[in-house]
């Protein structure tokens, strides 16, 4: 779920980020880079006040039928995509920056819009930043900590995720699932990170030929 909400609201953002000219490009760009430097606690934390029965967030939710963000899964959700908003949008960012003007100064010559140059031009050339983006932003998603124990707790089969599992196992002394689990993980990370030099590789041969 983290990873489908990032690519809809990441990818309009990239692309943003990649051909404006404003002079809020800085500050959005800082703004989405920040969980990478931020302590996920401290962004956990804001978070917390936020969206809790108190926050203006969360006050403003639950008054309109919605239920508890905090403690919940769509809490949950909602910090993933705040903690791995980098992860999906500065690869994107990259991909469309690096397709350059000419392409779509090509396809306008022809008679395409600006929807039908982003689609038929921007999105194929830019596959390997989707790719990168999907996978990194899901496997960061799987492998957080902080924010997740923040916003949604420990609460077994509903808000416990692996890394808060691990810490769980370890915490018990019983070091034999906290080692299986670990282990699943470190895997899990390394064909990811194969999965996404392999195709970008396969990719960017052809273009070179």
């Not at 809790?52 to 967030?57: D, N």
């Not at 692996?162 to 470190?186: K, N, T």
């Amino acid at each position: 779920m983290t990873t489908l909400v990032l690519l809809v609201l990441g990818t309009p953002l990239a692309w943003w980020l990649a051909r404006t000219r404003s002079s809020l490009r800085g500050l959005i760009e800082t703004v989405t880079a920040l969980p990478l430097v931020l302590p996920p606690t401290v962004l956990g934390f804001y978070l917390l006040i936020l969206l809790g029965p108190t926050g203006p967030i969360g006050r403003w939710w639950e008054a309109f039928g919605g239920d508890r963000l905090v403690f919940s899964f769509s809490g949950l959700v909602i910090g993933s995509v705040l903690f791995s908003m980098p992860f999906a949008v500065q690869p994107l960012q990259n991909a469309f920056q690096a397709i350059g003007d000419r392409p779509l100064e090509v396809a306008a010559t022809l008679g395409a819009s600006p929807l039908d140059r982003f689609f038929t031009v921007a999105v194929p050339l830019a596959r390997p930043g989707f790719l990168t983006a999907a996978t990194l932003s899901f496997a960061h998603t799987v492998g957080e900590f902080g924010v997740v124990l923040m916003v949604g707790g420990n609460i077994p089969g509903r808000t416990q995720v692996v890394s808060i599992a691990i810490f769980d196992h370890v915490e018990a002394l019983d070091y034999g699932a906290a080692h299986a689990l670990s282990f699943g993980m470190l895997l899990f990370s390394f064909l990811v990170l194969g999965a996404i030099y392999t195709f970008n590789r396969r990719f960017e041969a052809p273009r070179l030929r």
